[in-house]
T-cell receptor, first 113, second 113 residues
């Protein structure tokens, strides 16, 4: 069965520093990978996705993610964190052949002033 | 416009009540979803509709009854719920093709008393 792992429950970073939120996926041919962000008491907002093509994907709010097939990873990155980036981040992978997203457990990002 | 609208935002219901959650999208998407999310956990898929037909039911108890009246609307009928069903219920939609982005609404907060 496909699975998505987010190894860190929480990531703490100082404002202005680069941030990385980690995600690894289970091997499945050509994976379709996504990042979503959830602010408190809100729904999920789409950030970016990897379907095919360039391994570096750029998304909303200055976020980007790097697809690494050899390491089966899809880490989310931002060069300079903002306090307003503090939220819950979910990595997700499509379950092959179905309209079904498999979510990781989520990582809480806390950006401190 | 990537908007999925859910009503009501908050709902409190007794265990003997019958209520409904409603979802609407006007993006021409042909796949619509219900997810359930408990606090600080990832969303869990409940149902998928594809071209107004139920395509996935993730073994959801019959006290939850989905309905897709047309391609823009999705309802979730609730009856005889339990307190443990209290959660955030998220509606989502996507073009009906594997790998397309799934867009989420803001959710309906359900409390069962």
């Amino acid at each position: 069965a496909q699975s998505v792992a987010q190894p860190e429950d929480q990531v703490n970073v100082a404002e202005g520093n680069p941030l990385t939120v980690k995600c690894t996926y289970s091997v499945s041919g050509n994976p379709y990978l996504f990042w979503y962000v959830q602010y408190p008491n809100r729904g999920l907002q789409f950030l970016l996705k990897y379907i095919t093509g360039d391994n570096l994907v750029k998304g909303s709010y200055g976020f980007e993610a790097e697809f690494n097939k050899s390491q089966t990873s899809f880490h989310l990155k931002k060069p300079s964190a903002l306090v307003s980036d503090s939220a819950l981040y979910f990595c997700a992978q499509y379950s092959g052949g179905y309209n079904k997203l498999i979510f990781g457990a989520g990582t809480r990002l806390a950006v401190h002033p | 416009d990537t908007e999925v609208t859910q009503t009501p935002k908050h709902l409190v219901m007794g265990m003997t009540n019958k209520k409904s959650l409603k979802c609407e999208q006007h993006m021409g998407h042909r796949a619509m979803y219900w997810y359930k999310q408990k606090a600080k956990k990832p969303p869990e898929l409940m149902f998928v509709y594809s071209y107004e037909k139920l395509s996935i039911n993730e073994s959801v108890p019959s006290r939850f009854s989905p309905e897709c009246p047309n391609s823009s609307l999705l309802n979730l009928h609730l009856h005889a719920l339990q307190p443990e069903d209290s959660a955030l219920y998220l509606c989502a939609s996507s073009p009906d093709k594997n790998g397309n982005t799934i867009y989420f609404g803001e959710g309906s907060w359900l409390t069962v008393v």
